[in-house]
């Protein structure tokens, strides 16, 4: 494991009188996957949407490689362009290809130009499995296919990490799998990754390290197998026994 | 009294004269209208509260008004307050004038068509091109306003066909469009009814023609 990459401290926010994040600190080293989970309204949307700046925290301080970029001086795209997100629901422009929706933002931002944009967009596709899809538009695909899509996209600016906001839970019971291989690829081939979700075989095969929220708080964090196997809080223990009875 | 082929041989080639002034306007007038009407939209559900509050100032004016008193003060009253300002005689061409009410007219319609579709353009699609590290600005355009736009395009073409209509009271205003084009006919020849009677088949054939192409741009975009 590398060093420190993303580093939180003290992180709170409120929406109005609701506060949904409690000072909550984070540390997430080079090539490290750390899964969160918890029960709904716990805040890890929230929290995932603060460390990229989609919601302004409160108080507390998001460091990316030692730089708070919750400061106004922060160049807050520069950071988006290294840590990239995938969502819940996809997301996909739908008006662009599949390969224009994996291209655009590079030949926006990193002024690649279109054709060797379009050569590493074919490249990430095939790595997701959708060469064959890279014409046609993201309406005609399944969910599976759309955030494998929505994965590819979010590869192409060459990431130093990804976030990951339940990518599964839109998605039919049979198609999840197919984009959590994707993801699995990822993790061994030592992407970092911030991962939200409530798939319980993947926290505990694939993160190195859980994080279980609950109302705003850290209630518990360590390793991987030690909180999804032998959890030291009574909330951890009840909340994955739930999940086990399912 | 009927509608016979020497008639048709004088009322013909004025109808067609003024064919060509009401299109001149109404597609001119739609255009920038369009700009006009975009620049307002984007006004109104923008953060800037001056140039909100002067959008919701226009439309309420064009709103509030007959589009027949809107016209006679653009050709009578602005013209007539520019020279009191100047201290010369100003006269407004009526094409002109009537290319301004149209462009004023249309673009008050298409600024709430334009705010509404900005801002219901998914916030997904906006969140996830700011998770890429996309401006603002390149955010607006590459993915706010393509799916806007798409989805006003009917609207906009509907407008256009009421504002091909709405050329027709320019010819209060002197404006030499099909509407006058008959006025004129029938002031000279006293052929009241089939005067007015070809100009009306001259509208429906018009509009049914606009109305046939708004039913292909439709089904066009739907089935993409
Ligand atoms: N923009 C917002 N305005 C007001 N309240 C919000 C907003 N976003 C989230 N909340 C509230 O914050 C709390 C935490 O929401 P959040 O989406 O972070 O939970 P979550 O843990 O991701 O839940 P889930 O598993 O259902 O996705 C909820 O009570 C939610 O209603
Ligand atoms: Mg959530």
Redesign the interface.
Known sequence: MGNTMIKVNHLSKAFGDLEVLRDINMEVSEGEVVCIIGPSGSGKSTFLRCINQLETPTSGEVLYKGENICDSTADIRKFREEVGMVFQRFNLFPLKTVLGNVTMAPVLTKHRNKSEAKEIGMELLKKVGLENKAHVMPSTLSGGQQQRVAIARALAMEPAALLFDEPTSALDPELVGEVLNVMKDLAKEGMTMIVVTHEMAFARDVADRVIFMADGYVVEEGPAKQVMENPKEERTKTFLSRFLNQ | MGIDLELLQTIGPMLFRGLKVTMEIAVIGILLGFILGSLCGYALQGRNKIAKGIANLYVWIMRGTPIVVQALYVYFVVPEIIGLIKGERMVLDPTLAGILVITLNAGAFISQLVRGALDSV?I??K?????????KM?IMI??II??AF?SIIPSLFNQFIISVKDTALLSMISVNEITRQTQNFVMRTYKTIPGYTVCAIFYLVLLSVLMIVQKLVEKKIASK
Request: overall charge negative; hydrophobic content about 30%; cysteine-free.
């Open positions: 998914d997904g699609q969140e996830a091109g700011a998770s890429l590290g996309l401006s390149q590459h993915i393509p799916p798409r």
